[in-house]
């Protein structure tokens, strides 16, 4: 990694890590294995907290702990829905219904009862989460979903903690420098998971730029106060290279790191997104919220259905049967596999050092190679 800081020395240096390669906090796939193998490669690793108890959360940071000196962060949603959870009981039965008939035409193939019901409320677990980062005095809070405000980012910057928030549209990305944050993620829509909003947008169509447009603009809007992270789509050394030729100060990659022998996707997943037919779609079938996913037999049904997803995560909690016997079964038609556009071009499973040091040998070696096109 000797060449690497040349390559973003501002981003580098705010969260003091040696690659400008940030994985991206992944639910039920980023723990605790992940994000030590990327910080100790360099970059900076992030566990996912989403669903995640207190003291969960605070066991994960200390097997991190164990595993690297190296700093690392704890990612978190701040969904206006997911911080507040939803009361079950409001949402409309015609609604409930709509999404369970759907659900019930994919149960037998489990042997599952058909459901009617509403699932419960879902637990606040978003705030205990938060509390346990502050105390831990995490080196890096990574915000998504939502704009983290003033008085949080402060609390953080008091215990020492850099804050790196996740935006999709310039207004957030402006809000998010206004209020302190460390570092910006520009989010396109190109990426694969959920669309990084602090509300629910009507369509998935009104979701968002693509990353090669939206960078750029948050680049000129913030880019002169805080760097600026690119994210969606990218894969490789390839993409690093492009967007630091934006002038982003660095990238941060979810899919890429689905696919390495750390994470915790299962199998299936992990062959699903390194071989055959990889087209995405979004849908907010799964959870709720819109999301990009490999497109399978349940996100056309969804589709044709047009019925409405529950709000907040309820969605995923009115399916947690269907989804977690799909899961059990190794189906890989009725389980999100959230993937990010760029998925086509993933070769392998790699460890995840691996791909930090093979990302920046190659970005360096296309800025460097002024013939352009390297083999
Ligand atoms: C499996 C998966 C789970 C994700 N979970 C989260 C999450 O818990 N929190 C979050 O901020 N972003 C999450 N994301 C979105 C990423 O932060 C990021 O925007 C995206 O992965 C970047 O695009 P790429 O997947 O094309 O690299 C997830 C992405 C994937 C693929």
Do not use: C
Not at 59 to 76: C, K, L, Q, S, Y
Not at 268 to 280: E, I, M, P, Q
């Amino acid at each position: 990694m000797s060449t690497a800081p040349s390559l973003s020395p501002r981003l580098q240096k705010v969260l003091g890590i040696d690659a400008p390669v940030l994985q991206s906090g992944m639910g039920g796939v980023a723990g605790s294995a992940l994000a030590a193998a990327v910080s100790n490669a360099g970059g900076l690793g992030v566990l996912a907290a989403l669903r995640l108890t207190a003291d969960q959360v605070e066991a994960a940071i200390a097997e991190i702990r164990t595993a690297t000196d190296a700093p690392f962060g704890v990612n978190i949603w701040l969904h206006e829905d997911v911080r507040n959870p939803v009361d079950a009981a409001t949402i409309d039965d015609e609604v409930v219904s709509g999404s369970q008939a759907v659900m019930n035409g994919f149960r037998p193939r489990f042997d599952l009862p058909s459901r009617h019901d509403r699932p419960d409320s879902d637990a606040d677990l978003v705030n205990a989460a938060l509390e346990v980062m502050i105390a831990q005095r995490v080196p890096v809070f990574s915000a998504a979903i939502g704009v983290p405000e003033a008085a949080l980012i402060d609390r953080f910057h008091e215990v020492g903690s850099k804050v790196v928030a996740m935006v999709a549209t310039l207004d957030d990305a402006t809000q998010a420098a206004d209020n302190g944050a460390d570092v910006v993620v520009a989010q396109g829509t190109e990426s694969g998971g959920h669309r990084s909003y602090g509300t629910k947008h009507d369509r998935a169509g009104a979701t968002g730029s693509s990353t090669l447009t939206l960078v750029p603009q948050v680049i000129d809007a913030v880019g002169d106060r805080v760097p600026v992270v690119a994210a969606g789509g990218i894969v490789d050394g390839r993409g690093l290279a492009a967007m630091l030729a934006l002038g982003a100060d660095g990238v941060l990659l979810g899919t890429r790191f689905v696919a390495t022998k750390e994470s915790l996707a299962a199998d299936v997943y992990k062959t699903r997104l390194t071989t055959g037919d990889r087209t995405t779609t979004l849908t907010d079938g799964f959870t709720g919220q819109w999301a990009r996913v490999l497109t399978s037999e349940f996100t056309e049904r969804w589709e044709e259905s047009e019925a409405t997803a529950l709000p907040g995560l309820l969605q995923a909690s009115a399916g947690r049967d269907l989804f977690g016997a799909a899961k059990k079964a190794h189906d890989d038609q009725l389980q999100p596999l959230y993937a990010g556009a760029g998925v086509g071009s993933l070769k392998g499973i790699p460890g995840a050092g691996e791909v930090v040091a093979q990302i920046v040998a190659e970005a360096e070696d296309r800025l460097s190679n002024t013939g352009g096109r390297a083999s």
